[in-house]
Structures are given as structure tokens and as C-alpha cells.
């Protein structure tokens, strides 16, 4: 129910815009967010999104560089990550991730979020 797409291969400097498409009516009342694993690596936490699109978090990391929103409708909702000034250490599978609740504390947990898509490759090349 979780669909990314937009990775690729980029030159670190480039910008790349992930989008992940919610076709279940009911993920218009989920939070959603963006994880990434690199190879060898654990799953980390990128940015969240509240509801109305309102509130964001992000990971220390990407601060200033990615920007998440999200757009809604009755039959479908998108998110997307908007990547700019890439580095290499942003090479991973990026992942989109739902669930209906938001506990600002808990955001920056993969346990925490319930839905979870099959994820997008990216690479940054030096």
C-alpha cells in the first residue's frame, strides 16, 4: 500500500525528489515519514510529516537540505523528499513508512511505524 519511487544515480552536489504514494483512503490520517538503511547498516530515521502537513521532523543530518510534504486527497495521499546538496553518506534504500498516530517521541524509531513501502535505491557518487 506504500509505493516509493524517484531514486537514482546522482554526483554529490545533485538533488534527487523521492515520492511515496499512499493508495489507501486511510492513510489521509497517518503520519508518515522517510527512513534510510545504507548497506551494512541500521534503519535510521530522516524526516516525518504530521497529518495536515504542518509539523515536520528531520534528522540532524539532512536539516536544511531535504524537505518533506505531502499532498492529500480522498482517494489518495503522496509524500515526497525533497533532496538537495546530496553526499555521498545519503546513499541508501530510502524507505516511506505510515501510521495512524504521532508520538513526537517516538518518530525516530522503526519500531514505532506500523506500514512500511519496499524502498528506493540512492546513490550519491563522489
Known amino acids: 500500500q506504500l509505493e516509493e519511487s524517484g531514486g537514482g544515480s546522482v554526483q554529490a552536489g545533485a538533488s534527487l525528489r523521492l515520492s511515496c504514494v499512499a493508495s489507501a483512503p486511510t492513510f489521509n490520517t497517518a503520519t508518515m515519514a522517510w527512513f534510510r538503511q545504507a548497506l551494512g547498516k541500521e534503519r535510521e530515521f530522516v524526516a516525518a510529516?504530521?497529518?495536515?502537513?504542518?509539523?515536520?521532523?528531520?534528522a540532524d543530518s539532512v536539516k536544511g537540505r531535504f524537505t518533506m510534504s505531502r499532498v492529500s486527497t480522498l482517494s489518495m495521499n503522496e509524500v515526497f523528499l525533497q533532496m538537495n546538496i546530496l553526499k555521498p553518506e545519503d546513499t541508501a534504500v530510502y524507505y516511506c513508512?505510515?501510521?495512524?498516530?504521532?508520538?513526537?517521541?517516538?518518530?525516530?524509531?522503526?519500531?514505532?511505524?506500523?506500514?512500511w513501502g519496499r524502498g528506493t535505491q540512492v546513490t550519491v557518487s563522489p
Open positions: 513508512a505510515a501510521r495512524q498516530a504521532y508520538d513526537a517521541t517516538s518518530l525516530t524509531l522503526p519500531s514505532y511505524w506500523r506500514n
Open positions: 510529516i504530521s497529518v495536515n502537513g504542518l509539523n515536520t521532523n528531520y
